[in-house]
């Protein structure tokens, strides 16, 4: 199993950018898919976290500008970020909890490799 993430770049204060993170491989079922980032020098934080039934749940940091969304179809969690600040830069990782066969309860968590965000004029 892989997760790619993908739309990290630099942009202005107050812009926006939307982040993909697809999933591939050996999937029978994805439960939870998380975004999280790290800043230099700070600890990795949860940013947005988003279950198979479609709820979710945003980092009070970015509520009102960042927004979670999935297509399970496509395997794939989406981070909508709006309104970004210079605090928003950091390196956004995704990762999903999947369960690769069918006769197994058991989920395993996997990692993207990070997308760089930076945010600056």
């Known amino acids: 199993v892989q997760l790619q993430a993908s739309g990290g770049g630099l942009v202005r204060p107050g812009g926006c950018l939307r982040l993909?993170?697809?999933?591939?491989?050996?999937?029978?079922?994805?439960?939870?898919m998380d975004w999280y980032r790290q800043a230099p020098g700070k600890r990795r934080e949860l940013v947005a976290a988003?279950?198979?039934?479609?709820?979710?749940n945003i980092a009070d940091s970015v509520k009102g500008r960042f927004t979670i969304s999935r297509d399970n179809a496509k395997n794939t969690v989406y981070l909508q970020m709006n309104s970004l600040k210079p605090e928003d830069t950091a390196v956004y990782y995704c990762?999903?909890?999947?369960?690769?066969?069918?006769?197994?309860?058991?989920?395993?968590?996997?990692w993207g490799q990070g997308t760089q965000v930076t945010v600056s004029s």
């Open positions: 990762n999903a909890y999947i369960k690769s066969d069918s006769r197994s309860s058991v989920y395993t968590k996997f």
């Open positions: 988003t279950t198979s039934d479609g709820s979710t």
């Open positions: 993909s993170c697809a999933a591939s491989g050996s999937i029978f079922h994805i439960n939870a």
